[in-house]
């Protein structure tokens, strides 16, 4: 599940992208965050991190927990999955199960972050990617059970871009946190950045060039059409290959002349990543390998596992603009961070009411707070 990259047009402008893929769908919410908006962290043991956002954010949440009659879900329950802030930097949370372990000690009088608020608190308080990596060096993060996965330690790893192109990954790998620059603005799930890194180095001789055409002896061959540059990209929608392909579209995918064609452009980059239901299966108890986050119940009735890309993220760094599709819609819809920034309250707005709206930045405007 899950891929993410980096983009620029012509004139260097920086674009970000990502898909998002489970075996179900759940109930993601579209919220956003003014400045000055407050959040509490909280590790059990230890001083909670405590802060108010200096910039405000647009974000595709998810509820920690299951909501109930008692107690409904609210905005201390949202946790950023997805996110673009007024400085044009953005957040995105990618599955990693192999995240959790033994977590380095820290002293109980410490304050410490719950990685389940890397989004809000990155977004939030930072607007450089330097920024991001300063902070992360200085503040303890830890790990913590999450509910609505029925106790499953965060089992994702994090990715931030900013609108100079500059990139960070932030990877817990079996408890130990590691922040790792990205040269390639690339990332997946599994194995560990580093690792994707040094497999890259097998894909040296990628082109974009077609060579189509080649001689046997006395038999010259001939391609009928173009595309034979591709041929060596891996062709599965596993994690590895999915790296070397957003590596291979990221750099060789045409510079729009343009803000417009360039999100266009990325669109069309992350239509090559698009799963639909049943492109492949697993079948329970037969091993399959499938990247379902640890802790998610299968629906009901379903005899196999199905990755689908659940929706997609566009973000335009330099205009803040924010582009979401979800899987039943061919269209993105537009939020226009820069005309919400009047509003002093939180908005929250379910994904399912999105359908094929064109601009839905005045619906979120008008909707309530969770």
Known sequence: MCTSLGYRDADGRAYFGRTLELTLDLPYQMAYFPAGFATRSQVDGHAPVE?????????????????????????ADLKVLEGLNDQGLTFSLLSYPT???????????????????????????????????EAVAAQPILLVPLAILGGVESPFHYVVHDATGAALVIEFDRGEMKVYDNPVGVMTNGPSFDWHLTNLNNYSFLSNVDKSAGRFGAYKAVQPDSGIATAGLPSSNTSVGRFVRAAYYAEFTEKAAT??????????????????????IDYPGQGGGHMEVAGLDQPQGQSYATEY???????????KLFFLRDYRSLNFTRFDLGALTDLTAPRVLPLERLAEAADATAALKAALAA
């Open 51 to 75: 802060y108010r956002a200096r910039h405000a954010m647009l974000a595709v949440t998810m509820p920690a927990r299951v909501p109930t009659a008692e107690a409904p879900v609210g905005l």
């Open 259 to 280: 803000p417009d064609l360039a999100v266009r452009a990325l669109a069309h980059i992350l239509n090559t990543f698009d799963r639909p239901r049943g492109a492949s």
């Open 99 to 133: 995240a959790g372990g033994k977590q380095r000690g820290v002293e109980m009088t410490q304050a410490v972050l719950s990685a389940s608020d890397l989004g809000s608190w990155c977004l939030g308080q930072f607007a450089t990617v330097a920024e991001v990596k």
């Open 309 to 319: 890309t659940c929706w997609t993220s566009l973000s335009d760094l330099d205009r």
